[in-house]
């Protein structure tokens, strides 16, 4: 009986290291570190400083606001949260005030059954596990009833400056599209992200890229003739072919605000 020579072990490796090579030069960010910095500076000086659209008082209020805000908008948010926090701007006034009492301000939210008892249920942990105080750290974050890896993302970063990526439908649209940070899940995207987003400018990176999806690329119809990175841009989707701004970008517009 002929046996059959073992595949060796050293050409194995080598078959699954090229493999994996290839999967990585695929995956890989499309662009060089010069114009991720100039793209970044662009969008910096677009919009130098923008801001969050959540109404919050404090660390609750926004961790509560950020929370309520999934599958609803910013401004149907604030609408419902403004007499919330008014009479319940911290976890032990949120419990006294009960989960009716928090669905009756909050039904015009979707979802909102299931957000009130999250609401109360991270109130009661704030109070039990981290003395009534909204936690710094990721993992803690993400402990919190109803705070998933991106809530937790936008509360370091909002309340406590911390430089984080917080990957929502726009983020996720614009680094796969623009094959910045492709990857097929929000964590793949956010960890590609933070590879080659420039240190000086991942502060602000989540809020320029949510502005640039939301009014520029945008989902049905990206508006490549206004867009300030045309000509850097390597979607295959691209539209059409600008040169560079040869004038000052113009700064951010009223209402560019984001969460």
């Not at 926090?85 to 909102?112: N, S, W």
């Not at 809530?151 to 430089?163: E, Q, R, Y």
């Amino acid at each position: 009986m002929a046996i059959s020579k073992p595949k060796s072990s050293t050409a194995s490796s080598q078959k699954s290291n090229a493999t994996g090579s290839r999967a990585r030069r695929h995956i890989r960010s499309r662009y060089s570190k010069a114009e991720m910095e100039e793209i970044f500076r662009r969008f910096s000086v677009q919009r130098p400083e923008p801001k969050g659209e959540l109404e919050h008082s404090n660390p609750f209020t926004l961790v509560v606001a950020v929370a309520l805000s999934a599958q609803a908008t910013d401004a149907g948010v604030n609408k419902a949260t403004r007499e919330l926090f008014r009479i319940a701007d911290t976890p032990e006034k949120m419990l006294a005030l009960g989960e009716e009492g928090v669905t009756q301000h909050i039904k015009t939210i979707g979802l909102y059954r299931n957000k009130a008892k999250n609401v109360i249920a991270l109130s009661q942990k704030l109070i039990d596990d981290f003395g009534g105080e909204v936690p710094k750290t990721l993992d803690e974050l993400v402990t919190l009833p109803g705070v998933g890896r991106k809530t937790a993302n936008v509360v370091m970063s909002m309340a406590f400056g911390i430089p984080t990526l917080a990957v929502d439908t726009h983020v996720f649209r614009i680094g796969n599209r623009l094959l910045m940070a492709p990857g097929k899940t929000p964590d793949e995207v956010e960890e590609r992200f933070l590879k080659v987003i420039p240190d000086q400018y991942l502060y602000h990176a989540h809020h320029w890229l949510i502005l640039h999806g939301r009014y520029t690329c945008k989902a049905r119809k990206p508006e490549c003739e206004h867009c300030v990175i045309a000509d850097l841009c390597k979607s295959p989707e691209k539209t059409c072919d600008v040169p560079a701004p040869l004038v000052e970008l113009p700064p951010q517009r009223i209402g560019d605000t984001v969460a």
